[in-house]
């Protein structure tokens, strides 16, 4: 039987070993720079959108102004607006012939693919660069962003790299939650091995900016390979691993920003819709979750309330070095060092409770995304941004 103490040890001895590795990685972490000489490869620039009036005209004019890339396209994918994104696209379009907008008004994905999946298929089968950038239409680039995310690409040899943003927090359930975003992976992926490693289970991508060697992205066919996957950006990385691929997670806070869901009910409703996903069924999702809150939130818990001076002591260590994981990670990409890290323990039990909620509404078939109902395999479509 474990003792109250013994599950206070065991969560500190975890969140001591995590803030450790946390650390290492760091020194370890790639932040994409630019070259001294411009890509000349062409490099087409790929925006799926759906209802999306108030960020597209930044993102696209963000990405317009890449420097270093002289032969870059751009195309954004209207994929069934009913606000005016196209409009917006087309009178940008007018101005600058690099940019097309494709108009899917009417279409619905095929029988068995998810909304975001047939979006990003839609426009590489346009594309003509033999670099691929799939940028999400609340992103916003630094002008150098595509040329270094690029040339990491091709210096070292790999098939994706994947920036993440920095991740644009403002209300109080943002703050608690969209730091674990990026901290989640910096934390815990083995960043170096995952590099070399064919392995699928060392993969961390975020679909807001993926940056894709064309050859490697057909011969893993692409987001057909995805189609019916939710968490569709993981589900690529993997399968340019499971095909002998080297893949890259970097850090891309210094090249691209997204508020990712913009207030507390888009907070609660995008997380929904996907956590259930994220860890191969109920229980992985429990033994997670578990793992989070025994690191995480037992020690603090215990710093505050355990019966004796000693396992209050214990519980303290732990609860610092889960904070100092999320600090040190905060102030490499600039989010909010204090008192936000210190609020870790509250952003695990905020993350956990927003998995429960994702599995209930999964299991009663209401999850759903921009208007539409995320159903797995058949052809009922999450969205496209």
Not at 61 to 84: C, E, F, I, K, N
Not at 163 to 182: G, H, N
Not at 264 to 284: E, H, I, Q, R
Request: aromatic letters at 6%; glycine letters at 8%.
């Amino acid at each position: 039987m474990v003792t109250g103490r013994a599950l206070v040890t065991g969560g500190t001895v975890l969140a001591c070993a995590i803030a450790a590795h946390t650390a290492i990685n760091l020194r370890r972490l790639r932040a994409p720079l630019p070259s001294a000489a411009d890509v000349e490869e062409p490099v087409a620039v790929l925006i799926p959108a759906r209802d999306e009036e108030a960020h597209i005209e930044r993102t696209v004019r963000s990405v317009l102004a890449q420097t270093g890339v002289p032969r870059l396209t751009v195309l954004v994918l209207d994929d069934g607006s009913t606000d005016g994104t196209a409009s917006i696209v087309a009178r940008i379009a007018q101005d600058d012939d690099r940019l097309r907008l494709v108009s899917a008004p009417n279409e619905q994905p095929p029988q068995g693919w998810l909304g975001k999946p047939w979006a990003c298929a839609r426009l590489a089968q346009d594309a003509s660069g033999t670099v691929l950038v799939f940028v999400d239409a609340d992103v916003s680039l630094e002008p150098a962003a595509i040329h270094s995310v690029v040339t990491t690409l091709r210096d070292h040899g790999f098939a994706m790299v994947a920036p993440y943003p920095f991740q644009v927090a403002d209300t109080w359930l943002e703050r608690l939650v969209q730091p674990l975003v990026t901290w989640s992976w910096i934390a815990t992926v083995p960043l170096r091995w995952a590099e070399t490693s064919t392995r699928p289970s060392l993969s961390a991508a975020n679909g807001q900016f993926l940056v894709l060697d064309a050859g490697a992205y057909a011969a893993v066919e692409g987001h057909a390979a995805v189609r019916d996957e939710v968490i569709e950006d993981v589900a690529l990385m993997r399968a340019f691993k499971r095909a002998g691929l080297r893949t890259a997670t970097a850090d891309g806070s210094h090249l691209a920003s997204c508020r990712m869901y913009d207030g507390t009910t888009a907070v609660l409703d995008g997380y929904a819709k996907s956590l259930w996903a994220a860890f191969n069924g109920p229980a992985g999702s429990v033994a997670v979750t578990a793992l989070l809150v025994t690191a995480f939130v037992v020690p603090a818990a215990a710093a505050l309330a355990a019966p004796t001076a000693r396992t209050r002591a214990i519980g303290a260590i732990g609860y610092a070095a889960g904070a100092a994981s999320r600090a040190v990670v905060a102030r490499r990409t600039g989010e909010r060092v204090l008192p936000d890290s210190l609020a870790h323990p509250a952003s695990v039990l905020a993350f956990a409770a927003l998995t429960a909620v994702s599995w209930r509404r999964h299991l009663a078939g209401t999850n759903t995304w921009k208007g539409r109902p995320v159903v797995i395999a058949t052809g009922v479509s999450d969205g496209a941004g």
